[in-house]
């Protein structure tokens, strides 16, 4: 019995260190309030708010980390997030030139949805305000 209830113990701690826990992503999508702007980011949702990915246009300009989408991705060098705000930053494959920046603001009255509104800023192109959804 005393062997029964060992060996019990030893599968319960093995399965739970093997199978890990599993977090769900969610995405936040953005769109230009009087330009053709978009923006998407890819949030994993673990214990701490992480971009995954990132995809920011403007006109026909097109800037991702996604490797299948471009030959030459971008990557996330700074990405700040909580339930007020998101900073993220997009660099070249070398880091020395930001391509584009991110800033969204969160409103959140507790009875309406929640307004996020923000801009976004590639290279050579100026600000452009937009309008979020998401979480």
């Not at 319960?12 to 702007?37: K, M, N, P, Y």
């Not at 300009?61 to 989408?69: F, G, P, Q, S």
């Not at 030959?71 to 930001?98: C, M, R, W, Y």
């Amino acid at each position: 019995m005393l062997l029964r209830r060992w060996v019990y113990a030893l599968v319960v701690l093995f399965s739970g260190a093997i199978s890990g826990q599993a977090w769900a992503t969610s995405s936040l999508f953005c769109s230009g309030i009087d330009t053709d702007v978009s923006a998407q980011i890819l949030f994993g949702s673990g214990p701490i708010l992480n971009a995954l990915e990132a995809t920011v246009g403007v006109a026909k300009t097109e800037i991702t980390t996604r490797t299948d989408l471009t030959d030459q991705p971008a990557s996330i060098v700074q990405f700040k997030g909580n339930e007020d705000e998101i900073h993220l930053d997009l660099v070249d494959s070398q880091a020395t030139i930001v391509l584009a920046s991110l800033r969204v603001l969160r409103f959140d009255n507790g009875v309406d949805e929640p307004l996020q509104i923000g801009f976004v800023k590639i290279a050579a192109n100026p600000p452009a305000a937009i309008r979020c959804e998401g979480p």
